[in-house]
């Protein structure tokens, strides 16, 4: 079976690197983007099937990439990976087109690697 | 009025007067009237006693001489004399101009008499200048002396003279002399008629003014008061004759009326007061200095009763007062005040309304109100709003977005409410309009704000989160048990600052008043369901023995999952926290109306006496629990009180320290009160 391509897209390196670690290990292959500009333009070169998205990053915010993909009618399904909790957040990332939205420090790393190899099975 | 009809007295007349007038002391201060009506009276007898025996004289003279036709003349005269004084009197019932004519009369039979030649007759008649010096001399004593003077003189010239004086018949010159001493005394008497009549005059408004008049004397003693006095002081003018005017004075005031009678012509104002009635009235006095006669001065003390006038300036100035004030108010207050008429154009503009749009009332009067500073809004906003308050003449409120003179753009709540006439038409609207631009930005800040630090405050604690969680894993390699041990304890410190800063989060919102609550139809077992299974590894780590009893007709209900949660798994969280081992915790859901009932029941450490009633307040922990567990923020209890409370429920509890806790939560089962807000709570 062909390996399925996960974008993150997230500027804190650390965390960056620790899920793309866990999504290797998990068997996806991975791309890191360190900002919204980044990752937009990653989206725009390359086919992915899902995009792990970040919002509060510099450049272009998360919300930016998800209002840029909606009205480039871009189709992969994004989940959104923040620190920002707040109800009005998750409201603004669904209607943008988040497929899903976690909270990092409440959400284990296993979890999210549950989650998408669920979704893209 | 009792008094009154004592005092209604008809005016007396004539004689009669000057009688009442003597009695009174009222003669003092009209000193030279007194007189001159004394002389009067005294020149009235007198001649009187002259004319009747001038008249008899006459009659002898016409028996002793045998003369039939003055006999006869002299008596019809007379006759018709008392008749035409009968008529007078009855026709004007007033003695003194009867009187009159009858004294002419008589003097006329004098006249005729003396062209009978008595010589007798005209003496008599020369003594009749005396009242004419009287009159003239205006002083009683100068008249005593300079009447008999001329009658002295004028007996001389006539005696020596013989009967050459003005004619050469010596009955002419009696009877042309006598003629000239009726034409005085004649004019004497229209004089003192017409004084006797002024005097009449002012008696009658001293009468029936109802101003206040009185003749005191220096020490405030009354001589005379009008009868009007009677109305205040149940006393008639008659009775207050003789009293003090300081007794009628309130204490405070002697002082003032003290002045005035030392200094006069002085208006003064004072409360009079009614000893027996006790009411108060406030007199405008003036007082004049009238006369000083040798002994005493006289005042006259007139005033007006101006309690009326006083308390209607009172009113009037209050109501002025309040006007100014509720002006001042409007005109100055901070928000934007307009008042339009019925159609909407702008009849007042406040100083609010130039602060903040900029625009002067100069400019907004006369024009459609919000024409200047509204920004076009949806069609339908207007439609709403006129609806509101011209069909339906509600109040209206919202938010709305203007413009500034500036074209600065500010957020406005506006409230327009209609003012109705008696008829229910609209009469005005009144709107105002606040400025909340920058309390919208304080507000959304503070929303930054938390949001802001939120995830800073997480992006660490996620990294440690994951790394410890990927060594605890073995993804990077086996760890020893040692090492496994330590990190399992960063882990779950790590674990613990999440949730502090999960619950930090929500306390500021809910302090900040920025959490929604929202409700949505919610099994609310399938809730407890949830958290249960959440909590099964640490009961199960605990040996907890866990009894659930949830009543059979627990309905759907309109409550915000989120919060029910929350609620749900501080609670349970706690009661397992604070249970020894082997403890039984209980969760009980039951209906009783008009709220559901959510029960914890625990067989924990219990909550000691003394520190009960501080267990909802923020970051409280109970002495007991801070041996036996350290990982409590303190916040949870204070977080769902919040909640429950803000939504319309509320929560309570029974506890034994060693024995347990009953915590119990109520909910109406209509459901939790909705609360728009930016942010809902999170489940930590």
Redesign the interface.
């Known amino acids: 079976m062909k390996k399925k391509r996960v974008l993150i897209v997230e500027d ?1 390196e ?2 960056a690197k ?2 793309k ?2 999504l290797d ?1 998990a068997g996806f292959i991975t791309h890191v983007a360190t900002n919204g500009e980044e990752g937009l333009a990653c989206i725009k070169k390359e086919q992915y099937d899902i995009i792990l998205l970040d919002l ?1 990053m510099p450049t272009l915010d998360g919300f930016g990439v998800l209002e840029a993909c909606k009205d480039a009618g871009v189709t992969t399904p994004i989940f959104v990976l ?8 998750v409201k603004t990332a669904k209607e943008l087109g988040a497929k899903d939205f976690f ?4 959400t ?3 979890d999210i690697a549950k989650k998408v190899t669920k979704f893209l099975s | 009025m009792v008094l009154g009809t004592k005092n209604s007295a008809k005016p007396v007349s004539g004689l009669g007067r000057l009688f009442a007038l003597k009695k009174s002391p009222f003669h003092f201060a009209v000193e030279r009237d007194i007189y001159l009506n004394k002389i009067r009276s005294l020149f009235l007898q007198i001649y009187s006693v002259f004319a009747s025996v001038s008249y008899i004289a006459i009659l002898l003279e016409a028996i002793r001489n045998t003369r039939p036709t003055l006999l006869i003349w002299s008596f019809s005269v007379f006759a018709v004399a008392i008749l035409v004084n009968l008529l007078v009197y009855y026709k004007r019932k007033n003695l003194a101009s009867a009187s009159n004519v009858l004294l002419t009369v008589i003097f006329l039979v004098i006249l005729v008499g003396t062209f009978y030649e008595s010589p007798l007759l005209g003496g008599v008649i020369w003594f009749m200048p005396f009242p004419l010096y009287i009159f003239f001399l205006k002083d009683l004593r100068q008249s005593f002396f300079w009447a008999p003077v001329s009658f002295f003189l004028m007996f001389v010239i006539v005696a020596v003279s013989g009967k050459e004086i003005f004619f050469t018949n010596s009955v002419y010159n009696y009877a042309f002399v006598s003629f000239l001493i009726f034409l005085s005394v004649q004019l004497i008497l229209f004089f003192i008629d017409r004084r006797t009549e002024d005097l009449s005059k002012y008696e009658l408004i001293a009468r029936y003014t109802s101003d206040l008049i009185v003749f005191s004397n220096e020490h405030g003693d009354i001589l005379y008061a009008s009868p009007s006095l009677a109305e205040y002081f149940e006393y008639s003018a008659d009775e207050l004759t003789g009293k003090s005017i300081y007794e009628f004075v309130k204490q405070k005031d002697a002082l003032k009326l003290k002045a005035a009678f030392k200094n006069p012509s002085k208006k003064i104002i004072l409360e009079a007061y009614n000893k027996v009635t006790g009411a108060t009235f406030v007199m405008d006095l003036t007082f004049r200095l009238v006369a000083t006669p040798d002994i005493q001065k006289i005042y006259l003390v007139s005033g007006r009763d101006i309690t009326k006038r006083i308390s209607y300036e009172k009113e009037l100035q209050k109501a002025y007062d309040e006007t100014k004030k509720f002006k001042l108010a409007v005109e100055n207050a901070s928000d934007h005040i307009v008042i339009t008429d019925p159609e909407g154009i702008v009849l007042f503009a406040n100083k609010g309304v130039e602060n903040i749009t900029g625009y002067s009332p100069k400019e907004v009067i006369g024009t459609k109100a919000g024409k200047l500073w509204s920004k076009p809004m949806p069609h339908e906003y207007y439609v709403k709003l006129w609806d509101t308050i011209k069909s339906k003449k509600k109040f209206f409120s919202g938010e709305i977005t203007n413009k500034r003179k500036n074209g600065e753009e500010y957020i406005a709540f506006t409230s327009i409410s209609p003012v109705l006439d008696q008829q229910g038409r609209v009469s005005f609207f009144i709107g105002i309009e606040r400025d909340i631009t920058k309390e919208k930005q304080i507000d959304k800040a503070k929303t930054e704000f938390v949001s802001l630090a939120s995830h800073q405050l997480r992006t660490p604690l996620s990294a440690i989160n994951w790394y410890s969680e990927m060594l605890l894993a073995g993804d990077v390699g086996k760890l020893s048990k040692k090492q496994k041990e330590f990190v399992q304890e960063v882990y779950d410190g790590n674990q613990r600052m999440v949730d502090l800063v999960n619950s930090l989060l929500n306390v500021s919102r809910l302090e900040l008043g920025t959490f929604a609550v929202e409700p949505v139809k919610t099994n609310i077992e399938k809730i407890a369901k949830v958290v249960i299974k959440e909590l099964r590894p640490a009961m199960k780590e605990r040996k907890i023995i866990f009894k659930q009893d949830t009543a059979r007709n627990i309905p759907e209900m309109m409550v915000d999952p989120k919060l029910t949660i929350i609620i749900f798994q501080n609670l349970l969280s706690n009661a397992i926290k604070y249970t020894p081992e082997k403890g039984k915790v209980t969760l009980i859901l039951k209906v009783k109306k008009p709220d559901l009932i959510i029960e914890v029941k625990d067989t924990g450490i219990g909550i000691p006496r003394h520190e009960q009633s501080k267990i909802f307040t923020k970051l409280f922990r109970a002495e007991n629990v801070h041996t036996s567990d350290t990982e409590g923020t303190g916040l949870g209890l204070y977080i769902i009180k919040s909640i429950i409370e803000q939504s319309n429920g509320s929560i309570s509890f029974v506890s034994t320290e060693g024995n347990g806790t009953t915590f119990t939560v109520k909910i109406p089962l209509k459901g939790m009160k909705e609360k728009a807000g930016t942010k809902g709570l999170n489940p930590s």
């Open positions: 804190e650390a965390l620790v899920l670690y866990k290990a509060v923040s620190n920002l909790g707040q109800a009005s957040d909270i990092k420090s409440d284990q790393l296993t």
